[in-house]
Nanobody, 122 residues
Framework: QERLVESGGGFVQPGGSLTLTCTRSGSVFSVKRMGWYRQDQGKERTLVATITPRGGTISAQSVKGRVTISMDNAKTTETLQLNHLEPEDTGMYVC????????????????WGQGTPVAAPS
């Protein structure tokens, strides 16, 4: 069974930096996309950044210039580097993978982690 586990969250001083990692366990046939979303309690998820196996990236306007997202060669782990944290960056950061379970699959499956909290108090 596939599972996503995040790490690296915590309290960060204003202007500081953090590195979040997400590692997938379990076998998959292929990976379509990996990404990070931010969600506060009672609010909808907001995209932070995504990356494809070929290196194509998308990031939210609010973090452009401050964020770097990457994945390892095995396509099991993604890393989010966020610099110059602002209070608006506070929230639960949730890892997301779109994967294909097996070769004959006709659609991708979405995997979600439980999230790692990030707090950048003013």
């Amino acid at each position: 069974q596939e599972r996503l586990v995040e790490s690296g969250g915590g309290f960060v001083q204003p202007g500081g930096s953090l590195t979040l990692t997400c590692t997938r366990s379990g076998s998959v046939f292929s990976v379509k996309r990996m990404g990070w979303y931010r969600q506060d309690q009672g609010k909808e998820r907001t995209l932070v950044a995504t990356i494809t196996p070929r290196g194509g990236t998308i990031s939210a306007q609010s973090v452009k210039g401050r964020v770097t997202i990457s994945m390892d060669n095995a396509k099991t782990t993604e890393t989010l580097q966020l610099n110059h944290l602002e209070p608006e960056d506070t929230g639960m950061y949730v890892c997301h993978h779109e994967i294909q379970n097996y070769k004959l699959s006709t659609s991708y499956v979405e995997l979600w982690g439980q999230g790692t909290p990030v707090a950048a108090p003013s």
